[in-house]
């Protein structure tokens, strides 16, 4: 089997068959890694990404376990702290408890009604004090002017005393929590003699 290469060089003459092997064989030989070193090469390195690998697979692991173990301890703080909400509001409000029960203790000893009267003013000032710690502050309506927003008119009472349109008197007071309106005042609007 003779090729029609030409030898490159100076001569032009075509090579032989065994030339033409010759030559294929060295330009494979220099193509090819030397197999020797890079099976021993490949070996380590292989070895060494293996090791990086499971390193990885490891740290994975144990970031995706405490991750989970985060998301569990959220989840029993979130419920323990819905369960136990109003524990520090109750807590506040039971010396007001404590001063009702004494004044019906007292009751049947003390003869005298304004002697109750301050007792209960005490108390009740005790529990507005103890909400407004927890954000809750009463609506001033009376001798403002009747707001839809914050007023529930539920009557309206001729009045030359008062500018029309503004409120008489209160059935219940209007509060906010913090910043929302938890509760419109039921109040008397004026309303011109005529």
Do not use: W
């Amino acid at each position: 089997m003779v090729r029609n290469k030409e030898k490159a060089g100076h001569d032009n003459m075509p090579m032989t068959e065994e030339q033409t092997v010759k030559d294929d064989a060295t330009i494979v030989a220099e193509e090819l890694p030397d197999t020797a070193n890079n099976g021993q090469e490949s070996s380590s390195a292989t070895a060494s990404l293996e090791a990086e690998k499971n390193d990885l697979q490891d740290k994975l692991l144990r970031i995706a376990a405490d991750f989970e173990n985060y998301k569990k301890r959220m989840i029993r703080e979130r419920e323990s702290s819905f369960k136990y909400a109003e524990e520090a509001l109750l807590k506040e409000l039971l010396p007001s408890i404590d001063n009702l029960e004494r004044a019906l203790a007292h009751q049947d000893t003390v003869d005298e009604t304004n002697a109750l009267r301050q007792g209960i003013d005490l108390t009740l000032k005790a529990l507005l004090a103890a909400t407004a710690k927890f954000g809750l502050t009463a609506i001033d309506s009376v001798g403002q002017p009747f707001d839809p927003n914050l007023h529930e008119a539920l009557a309206m009472e001729a009045s030359a005393d008062v500018p029309p349109q503004t409120v008489l008197r209160e059935f219940e007071k209007g509060y906010y929590y913090k910043d929302r309106l938890l509760r419109a005042a039921k109040v008397v609007v004026a309303k011109s003699c005529e």
